[in-house]
């Protein structure tokens, strides 16, 4: 799934004004992802699902193990 700047700006403004957290956004021919420089909770990741799923209910975040970033399938 490939989202526009416009779309990466809005969940980045989100995170962080509601969690007080920085989120990466990296695009590159390898794909796009997010990344966080500390740990985000539980919560801020259902705000992100949330945010996809009101654009495209079959957008899927695909997050890592380790919680500290995720991608869009």
Known sequence: MVITY???KKIKDIVSNDFDLYL?????????YFNFD??????????????FSEIDKNIVVKISNDKMSFYLQ
Do not use: L, M
């Not at 990466?24 to 796009?32: E, M, P």
């Not at 919560?43 to 699902?49: D, F, H, N």
């Open 24 to 32: 990466h956004f990296h695009d590159s021919c390898g794909g796009q």
């Open 38 to 51: 500390e740990k985000p909770g539980d919560e801020v990741y259902t705000a992100i699902k949330k945010f």
């Open 6 to 8: 416009d779309v990466a």
